[in-house]
């Protein structure tokens, strides 16, 4: 699934190619892509139409388009995108074949590039929402419980520690935790936690404030360098709105990394099954803590 720089990449492109401009049409392709909107796809068709995309944002893993009506501000609605498995947002000519998974397709008034959803699984989809201010943010009503990601100017690093610190968890467990930080998922939590040294066991109760800060110094800095790479793909579902993929899996340390020799110390990568998932950790440089909450 998509992590927050997989989404940013894509957000940047929206912004890039899709904002201020206004939607002459709307065709929905498939029931299943608009199943979270409510009043079902006739209805989101007809109240996008004539809509202009005031500003592509994001949260964490979370893509929403803010909507208007030609003035430059937002009317208090928002598009959800929900990527899910497999979903692709793609900016494509008018005449471009329809990809074989294509769900939704956006017209816009000047005639220029389609946008497109994308969706093999179809496990994502569009709805429409409103948007509601939660500590001086707008958010669409069905993101306004998910906490601030690291790169949100309104990040607070003293209240995430202290919401660390009084669970009993492990710290990968709640680093995934989007009510606790966003946008952090099982490749960035790996990858994070082999910078800062620490297994993904670790209890939360014991991380002090210094540890916590360089974790999330970590966090920061990988998600900085995946950004720069165009996020991570391991197979052709996640690409960015061109249709390229992003190629940090090549400067991954440890996630999928197991037998690999660890580029730090040299001891061999080993995994762990984690919550029906996968934890990549190197025995040397992240010991596991003798009181390790599995």
């Known amino acids: 699934m998509p992590e927050l720089p997989e989404v940013e990449v894509v957000r940047r492109g929206v912004a890039e190619h899709a904002v201020s401009r206004k939607l002459s049409s709307v065709e929905v392709l498939h029931p ?43 009317d208090g609605e928002g598009l959800v995108v929900h990527l899910g498995m497999s979903g692709q947002l793609l900016v494509q000519p008018t005449d471009a074949p329809d990809e074989k998974h294509l769900r939704v397709r956006m017209r816009f008034a000047d005639g220029g590039p389609e946008l497109r959803f994308v969706d093999q699984r179809t496990f994502g989809g569009l709805q429409l929402a409103e948007l509601v201010e939660v500590d001086g943010v707008l958010l669409p009503e069905p993101v306004a419980h998910i906490a601030p990601d690291p790169l949100e100017p309104v990040f607070d690093l003293a209240r995430l520690t202290e919401r660390l610190r009084a669970r009993r968890t492990g710290i990968k467990r709640a680093l995934l935790d989007q009510s606790l930080v966003s946008g952090i998922g099982n490749i960035y939590a790996d ?32 998600i ?68 390790a909450h599995l």
């Open 224 to 291: 900085g360098e995946a950004l720069h790479a165009g996020g991570t793909s391991f197979d052709a579902l996640y690409v960015n709105v061109n249709g390229e993929s992003g190629y940090f899996d090549r400067s991954l340390a440890v996630y999928g990394q197991g037998g690999s020799p660890c580029p730090r110390c040299g001891a061999s990568i080993r995994r762990d099954p984690w919550m029906n998932r996968s934890a990549y950790t190197c025995p040397v440089c992240q010991p596991k803590p003798r009181n």
């Open 32 to 74: 299943r892509a608009v199943r979270r909107h409510a009043l079902g796809a006739q209805d989101l068709a007809a109240r996008l139409a004539g809509r202009v995309l005031t500003a592509a944002r994001r949260r964490g893993k979370y893509l929403w388009i803010e909507l208007g009506d030609g003035s430059g501000d937002t």
């Open 191 to 222: 990858e994070a936690l082999w910078r800062a040294k620490l297994h993904w066991a670790r209890p939360t109760a014991t991380m002090t404030r210094p540890k916590v800060r360089e974790l999330m110094e970590a966090v920061t800095d990988v």
